[in-house]
């Protein structure tokens, strides 16, 4: 298989780092630290429609006292129908989308 792709993010497409993980393809992107799922077809886990768009989603983690910092950003696909809410507020934005689950205090 051939991993033919560029940074969704920055257009970065040598320094690429692709990983095989439960036969899923993980890409990390050394230029802007963009990771994200080499999906071909990307689907909405919902409702299956292949109608999705790619957005950032932000990888939160919980510093010290308790402020959250965006490490990092990761390519999710927001579905046009189930997500239309979130997409179009990203498309707004164009800033990475806050995660559902937010770590919490341990
Ligand atoms: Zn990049
Ligand atoms: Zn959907």
Known sequence: ???????????????????????DITVHCGSCNLIWLRDLQPRCSRCDSSDVRPAHEAIVSKSRGSQLSIQSARLIYLCQKCDAAKLSH?????????????????
């Not at 497409?13 to 439960?22: A, K, P, S, V």
């Not at 498309?91 to 995660?99: A, G, K, V, Y």
């Open 1 to 23: 298989m051939e991993l033919i792709v560029c940074c969704p993010r920055c257009g970065e497409d040598e320094n690429l780092h692709g990983e095989m993980e439960m036969g």
């Open 90 to 106: 990203y498309q707004m934005t164009n800033s990475p989308i806050m995660p559902e689950n937010l770590p919490t205090e341990q």
